[in-house]
């Protein structure tokens, strides 16, 4: 069975969502990041970079979301979470995915973990105070020129609109108004009727 390290409201969810969607069994392993657990000896055994989220499988243990996402649509290629079959798009799916990790996740991040890039309160207060700007940009370039719609792909639902859901969730706490993207805000609210978010939100608030 496959073991999913995860801390609720952390990028995970991405990867929780998505084994709800793909029907897969699995067992959830909370980590409290309050208490330094993904710091712990016996979690960076399981994962050296001392981050969410693992993935333990039976050939090994995977990290990175878009990693986990694209490896959970593999598993059952039937559900169609994945253009699997067709190699531009999903290299445009990557390519999506890879903008959140390496942009998005990014420029969040700097809002709360400034001592990842500097060590001088000035320069953390700096990056706090840049964080809607720079989400905002990121958010514009998604509306305008990134989400086909009404799903990421087009008409074809997506492991790409589960990682576009965790960071829109993030954006009242960044500072930004998602209202200022018609677009975004549709995509987030039929994100949030889904049986497979409401179960991972239930599920991680309950943890």
């Keep these: 069975m496959l073991t999913l390290f995860f801390s609720p409201g952390a990028c995970s969810l991405a990867s929780h969502i998505a084994l709800i969607e793909a029907g897969v069994p699995f067992e959830l392993k909370r980590l409290k990041f309050a208490e330094n657990e993904q710091r712990s000896p016996e979690y960076l055994k399981v994962n050296p970079k001392g981050r969410v989220p693992a993935l333990v499988t039976e050939k090994g243990t995977l990290t990175e979301t878009p990693a986990l996402l694209i490896y959970i649509a593999q598993l059952v290629p039937e559900k169609n979470l994945a253009p699997l079959d067709d190699a531009f798009a999903l290299a ?29 309160q000035s320069s953390f207060d700096d990056m706090h105070r840049k964080v809607p700007q720079t989400m905002s940009d990121c958010f514009r370039l998604i509306e305008d020129d990134f989400l086909k719609g009404p799903w990421v792909m087009g008409d074809q639902f997506t492991v790409a609109d589960i990682y576009l859901f965790v960071m829109e969730d993030w954006l009242k706490g960044d500072r930004v108004d998602i209202a200022d993207f018609p677009r975004v805000r549709d995509h987030y609210e039929r994100m949030k009727a889904r049986p497979a978010v409401q179960q991972a939100l239930a599920s991680e608030a309950a943890a």
């Design 92 to 120: 445009e799916l990557q390519a999506f995915n890879s903008y959140i990790a390496s942009t998005v996740h990014v420029a969040h991040a700097h809002g709360r973990r400034g001592s990842r890039w500097a060590d001088e």
